[in-house]
């Protein structure tokens, strides 16, 4: 175990729906990433928060957003849904110091029908 | 922009014998930090090994050892003693030295499989 969790496991939804994925980091991290994993496209990152702050943005679309809130916990919110948006979503979360190394989440697995 | 290649897309080893993941970057950075995540079928990313750049000296977890080759760019995965559960998708993956958190880029993975 990790120590990031994510919520839902797993999540079902329809072409032009919004979900928002959720992800608590573990105790004392103040950074969290956001990557996508999907069949052609393997891990690619897609924006990162520190201490609440926008941070760093990779490849996220426009119908893409997410916030880090006071305590921590970060939200990926995915409007607009089509079907290429099917991946499994990862969180991780890093230290302040040392290596930084990233630790991950179970994911989301997102399924756009 | 750094890109990371992972040339063996699947690997195969016969359990108890040792194989090597290979991986190579492209850089202009003189330090920075290269990593081995394993993804299971659970998909779950779990942490293999890490090395820092400015460290001549390979990185070694049990069974998992890193060849570095800073000169050349490359940063193998070497799996001694291989155990069924070893069995997995192997991602090699490379993060900047920014004095700030930065993210990972991560290669296409190789699929590695354990024969008994």
């Known amino acids: 175990d990790s120590g990031v969790t994510q919520t839902p496991k797993h999540l079902i939804t329809a072409t032009g729906q919004r979900v928002t994925l959720r992800c608590s980091p573990r105790s004392g991290d103040l950074s969290v990433y956001w990557y996508q994993q999907s069949l052609d496209q393997g891990l690619q990152f897609l924006i990162q928060y520190y201490n609440g702050e926008e941070r760093a943005k990779g490849n996220i679309l426009e119908r893409f957003s997410a916030q880090q809130f006071p305590d921590l916990h970060s939200e990926l919110n995915l409007s607009s849904l089509e079907l290429g948006d099917s991946a499994l979503y990862f969180c991780a979360s890093s230290t302040s110091n040392g290596l930084k190394t990233q630790y991950f989440g179970p994911g989301t697995r997102l399924l756009v029908l | 922009a750094q890109t990371v290649t992972q040339s063996q897309p699947e690997m195969s080893v016969q359990e108890a014998e040792t194989v090597t993941l290979s991986c190579t970057y492209d850089?202009?950075?003189?330090?920075?930090?290269l990593f081995w995540y394993k993804q299971p079928p659970s998909r779950q990313m779990i942490l293999v090994i890490r090395?820092?750049?400015?460290?001549?000296q390979n990185a070694t977890e049990n069974r998992f050892s890193v060849n570095f080759q800073k000169a050349a760019k490359s940063f193998s995965l070497k799996i001694s003693d291989s155990q069924l559960g070893d069995a997995a998708m192997y991602f090699c993956a490379y993060r900047s030295p920014n004095s700030g958190n930065t993210p990972l880029v991560f290669g296409k993975g190789t699929r590695l499989s354990v024969i008994a």
């Open positions: 850089t202009s950075e003189s330090d920075y930090y």
């Open positions: 090395q820092e750049a400015y460290k001549q």
